[in-house]
């Protein structure tokens, strides 16, 4: 065997040792870096601020920090939510913390924040501002002391929270923007104290999450946020934040059915932004053609007398309800016994309500100028300002047979179930999972 050929054996056999170790290595390092990953998808530690929370709310707000609470926890997250006052409330999947502070011997009273005026304008009461401000505050202690990975603010009366915990922590902060200053006020006069604490929590955030694709367009055009930071991630509706039946309970509405009326229903805020006026406009149209037909307007809001006024002037005073907010059974109720549910807002960053209609097999009918219309195209849309395409589409809803009411019924119930809780949390996981992992 020749010198030659023994040298070139020897370089084959020592090529092939460094190759298997460098593909070892590979190998190694392969393992570890999926380990990693793992590990960060077990478990997550999530400081999270949210200005209500169930039965402490007013509005579709409180129902998301629960809906997710709830849905992320079963994510692997450790949750941590922090509210601005303290509340008798204890729950098995968070750790509650109240950011209430003291100040001369009293207690801070934080108050939800109020309506739009008749004209747009937007109303937070008196000291709306100072109490975000305290809250956020607060946001700075509360990091000190509470472990976590991740900070989540839920909207603008959070995001000032967010933002001081993360000065303070250097965590990663997601801003979640259910509802702009545009939106509240109904192309209106825009709060300008209230647009800049949103701008300043959304560029201050690592991530920005709109509840629809038209929210997260408008964090983009109108508060210059960069479009690749913005994710849009839809609301959902499950058994555990949908208005719970109570058999024990008489139901109003349900003897107004069983007595041969027809219930055509508004549910939310009465405020410029819900649309509550276009909705009386189409309804005096289907009144004088159905003397038969009953408009129950579930809620509370500044434009309450100005809707009474508006009822009486167009002659449809007695046939118009105002039972006030409904929340729980009574909301369930209002849902279960409608023939048919409206949402005609004017700016609805998404839209909750029509999800726990539709979920009940209650038809829909929504405006196209409302988040939820890109998730559910089965519904049926218009315009809200439309009074007379308004009109038609409930009286084309009252009118079908009974075989197109249950396919109607089965579809909306089916697009309900698509859009869960836990589908919306799975999204989010996989944004905190990117902000942990890339050491932002």
């Known amino acids: 065997m020749s010198t030659i050929f023994i040298a070139n054996l020897l370089a084959l056999f020592l090529s092939l040792f460094v190759a298997g170790a460098l593909l070892g290595a590979v190998f190694t390092h392969t393992r570890s870096g999926r380990a990693a990953v793992d590990g960060a998808r077990r478990r997550l530690r999530a400081l999270i601020f949210g200005w209500e929370f169930p039965p402490f709310n007013s509005g579709g707000l409180g129902v998301a920090s629960l809906g997710l609470t709830r849905a992320l926890s079963r994510q692997d997250v450790d949750i941590t939510f922090v509210l601005p006052k303290a509340y008798p409330l204890s729950v098995p999947y968070a750790k509650m913390v109240a950011a209430e502070l003291e100040e001369a011997g009293a207690k801070v009273t934080y108050a939800y924040p109020s309506a739009t005026a008749a004209d747009g304008t937007p109303l937070y009461g008196e000291d709306m501002i100072g109490q975000v401000k305290r809250y956020a505050k607060a946001g700075a202690q509360i990091a000190k002391r509470e472990p976590h990975d991740i900070i989540y603010a839920h909207d603008w009366l ?42 300043e929590g959304m560029h201050a955030a690592d991530r920005v999450i709109a509840v629809s694709r038209r929210t997260r367009d408008m964090a983009i055009q109108h508060y210059g946020v960069p479009r690749e930071k913005t994710h849009a991630v839809w609301n959902g509706v499950d058994d555990e934040t949908a208005p719970a039946y109570d058999e024990m309970r008489a139901g109003r509405l349900a003897q107004l059915t069983r007595a041969g009326h027809t219930l055509v229903l508004f549910a939310g805020r009465l405020t410029l932004q819900k649309g509550p006026d276009h909705f009386l406009n189409a309804a005096a149209k289907v009144a004088a053609k159905d003397p038969d037909v009953l408009f129950v307007m579930a809620g509370s809001g500044d434009m309450e007398a100005q809707l009474l006024r508006q009822a009486a002037g167009l002659g449809i005073g007695n046939r118009v309800l105002f039972p006030g907010f409904l929340r729980d059974h009574d909301l369930h109720e209002a849902y279960a016994s409608a023939d048919v549910y409206v949402m005609p807002s004017v700016s609805e960053p998404f839209g909750i309500s029509a999800l726990e209609a539709m979920r009940l097999g209650t038809p829909v009918i929504i405006s196209k100028q409302s988040g939820v219309a890109e998730a559910v195209p089965e519904a049926i849309q218009v315009d ?18 009974p075989k197109e009411r249950e396919a109607h019924a089965v579809r909306g119930h089916n697009a309900a179930a698509r859009l869960s809780w836990d589908r919306a949390a799975s999204e989010i996981r996989a944004i905190m999972d990117e902000l942990a992992l890339s050491g932002i």
């Open 158 to 199: 959070a995001f000032g929270a967010g933002k001081a915990a993360k000065g303070i922590s250097k965590k990663p902060l997601i801003s979640h923007v259910h509802a702009t200053e545009f939106d509240r006020s109904g192309g209106g006069r825009v709060n300008q104290t209230v647009y800049d604490l949103e701008r």
């Open 384 to 401: 809200f300002w439309d009074a007379d395409a308004l009109a038609q589409a409930i009286e084309q809803v009252l009118a079908a047979r």
